[in-house]
């Protein structure tokens, strides 16, 4: 079977040019060739049909029987083409349609679900559908154009781009440290005398120990967990209630640490910090609706990984 080739397109183009403008030399100017070059184009398109499509003297040109034939029959194909090929581009640079987006729940929470209505006022003719997913599944097979995830990149033939890194804190309530006192070092949460907040992940299904940071020191503890939970919300509200000490993302907890809601534990190890990764299945041509969110997320969220306005609080990953 015959397929459609670069040449054969640069053929049927030079060939329009030739039936618009009656002239090879004319011709030749509209397509910004020299009139050899046209005279090659059609001979080489004549070739490849197996027809003659021009008849040519020294004073004029005109379609044989066969090259009408051919140009009524391809001229109006070549025009869909070209038509839907710049109704492509024109979608492809527009930030319109639907876009799927597999987002961390603590992130739809945090940044999307308060923001995006100021996204879609920017954006009327896009529809965003955000599906709440502990874990990022099969993008590609799950219908997706894009993921948001917390965490380390997973492997995968997607492309990972983090976004920021908001640091991880040791918090409590002050009604707790008035009941138990403020722990001086992390390694204090491995003692009876202090209640930890433990998170089980949905995915690993287990907890781990916790991580501190400072420069280049690492510190690994095994906290005291007196609760053990695997909803982010729960530790949070529990760690407000006073109920024990959490890690929370630094990201919506700034409004609680400001307003005294919060205590942050261990000012000294405060360097440890944790990333928001976008996922997509590839980095060429990457459709404009898609980069508008990532813009958007860049808006909302400095790399330092902190917000303004009303945010709320997350336990932080395990391990």
Known sequence: MRTLDTQLLEGMDVMAAVVDTRSFSAAAEAVDMSQSGVSRAIARLEQRLGIRVFERTTRSVRLTDEGRRFYETVMPLIGALEEATGNAVDLARSVRGRLRVNVDPLFAQLILGPGIGAFLDRHPELEVELRCREGLGDLVADGFDLALRFGHPQASSLVARKLFETRVFAMAAPAYVQRFGKPKDPRDLEHGAHRC?????????GTFPWEFRQGRRQLVVKPRGALTVNDPGTV????????????????????????????????????????????????????????????????????????????????????
């Open 197 to 205: 907040i433990l998170f089980r992940e949905p995915e690993a299904g």
């Open 236 to 319: 949070h509200s529990a760690c407000l209630a006073g109920q024990g000490i959490a890690q929370l993302f630094e990201l919506g907890a700034e409004r609680y640490l400001a307003s005294g809601q919060l205590v942050r534990l261990f000012p000294d190890w405060a360097d440890l910090r944790f990333p928001l990764h976008a996922y997509y299945p590839s980095r060429h041509h990457v459709p404009a609706k898609t980069r508008a969110l990532l813009a958007f997320v860049a808006e909302q969220v400095g790399q330092d990984g902190t917000q303004t306005g009303r945010t709320a609080g997350r336990p932080a990953p395990a391990g």
